[in-house]
């Protein structure tokens, strides 16, 4: 920067607020670059140890390399194995890719979370547009989070 210049800060963006045990298990929905407040909410959880909330991380991306702190996500699975679970499931898999192949649907989401619907959960979704109108709904219709069982205040996006 050169003298005169303008620099530009934006502060904090408001958001779902998290308290430690206020549910059993946080399932994180992310897409794209959308894993950033789910990564943070995940690291804030299992930073905790007053906090034994379990998570689940369901993370969509175009591709394999298109995936962000997957060593760190892979490392969080092993220290916390009865905690934390994460599934990456990319739409343009690379050619030897182990990861799951496809979008976030509603048959991923019956695969992938074993108390779905259940009042003890909360579900936070972040991501691309079409993700979230898909997950969410919109004004006139139910998203899948609903339709699989989930109340309205069970659902929040960042």
């Known amino acids: 920067m050169q003298p005169g210049q303008h620099l530009f800060f934006v502060g904090a963006i408001k958001g779902p607020q998290w308290t430690a045990n206020r549910v059993r298990h946080v399932v994180l929905i992310a897409g794209g670059a959308g894993i950033t407040p789910c990564y943070q909410l995940a690291q804030g959880i299992l930073g905790n140890a007053k906090d034994q909330t379990a998570v689940t991380l369901i993370y969509g991306a175009n591709s394999d390399r298109d995936i962000l702190w997957k060593s760190q996500m892979e490392e969080w699975q092993h220290a916390f194995p009865d905690r934390f679970k994460v599934l990456f499931t990319v739409s343009e898999p690379e050619?030897?890719?182990t990861l799951t192949r496809g979008r976030v649907t509603a048959s991923l989401l019956r695969d992938a979370l074993p108390d779905?619907?259940?009042?003890?959960?909360e579900v936070y979704v972040c991501g691309p547009?079409?993700?979230?109108t898909a997950l969410l709904g919109s004004?006139?219709?139910?998203?899948?989070?609903?339709?699989?069982?989930?109340?309205?205040?069970?659902i929040h996006k960042f």
């Open 129 to 132: 547009p079409a993700m979230e």
């Open 139 to 154: 004004r006139s219709t139910k998203g899948l989070l609903e339709e699989l069982g989930y109340g309205k205040e069970q």
């Open 116 to 121: 779905l619907g259940s009042k003890e959960s």
């Open 95 to 97: 050619e030897n890719s």
